[in-house]
């Protein structure tokens, strides 16, 4: 970030190489949209590239870009909230496993089967705290710097992390059970 800062474009290509393909897994698990996140991330890049004289590095830098994309993925929710008539029309929804395969396909069906369930599970949770969930246990954010990325406290992200495990347990207990049944 410190040679785009000086001045060195070419500097994007190499952040873009490094941090395309966690930002676009981060974004999909936040949308559930495989188009939404590949736009998501792309315009994240933008903005870095428009605040590179900006930048100051008083986080990391995956910090500072994570924070970008998580509140491009929180607009992105509320305009689909805003215009659902678009939604049915215009979006592919992660129906299959599309969150687990951008960056660990599933090797056998019983994998698959697990994985797919969690992705439509952490769909379901609220945003902050699928963000919140998606970073601590998917990315390895320590909580100082999701409280960072989310405007919250330490304290705050550890309730949305205990409220998001307690969620997606009750979420997958009951699809389970279901299937249990089933056969």
């Known amino acids: 970030m410190e040679r785009l800062r000086e001045g060195d474009d070419l500097a994007l290509n190499d952040l873009m190489r490094r941090w395309k393909e966690p930002l676009v897994s981060f974004c999909l698990r936040s949308t559930g949209n495989l188009t939404d996140a590949h736009e998501i991330a ?9 605040a590179r004289k900006r930048y100051r590095p008083t986080a990391t830098f995956s910090t500072w870009l994570f924070t970008i994309a998580n509140n ?6 509320r305009w689909r909230k805003r215009h659902p008539e678009v939604l049915d029309s215009d979006r592919e929804s992660t129906t299959g496993n599309e969150a687990s395969t951008v960056t660990d396909p599933a090797s056998n069906s019983d994998n698959a089967d697990l994985t797919r369930d969690l992705d439509r599970a952490i769909q379901h949770l609220p945003p902050d705290l699928r963000a919140a969930f998606v970073l601590y246990e998917l990315y390895g954010k320590p909580c100082r710097e999701i409280a960072t990325i989310q405007h ?5 992200v550890e309730r949305r992390l205990a409220r998001a495990r307690e969620q997606l347990r009750s979420l997958l207990e009951s699809k389970w059970a279901e299937k249990a049944k089933k056969g």
């Open 152 to 156: 919250c406290t330490e304290k705050a």
């Open 42 to 50: 792309q315009e994240t890049f933008v903005k870095v590239y428009g």
């Open 72 to 77: 491009l993925c929180r607009m992105r929710g």
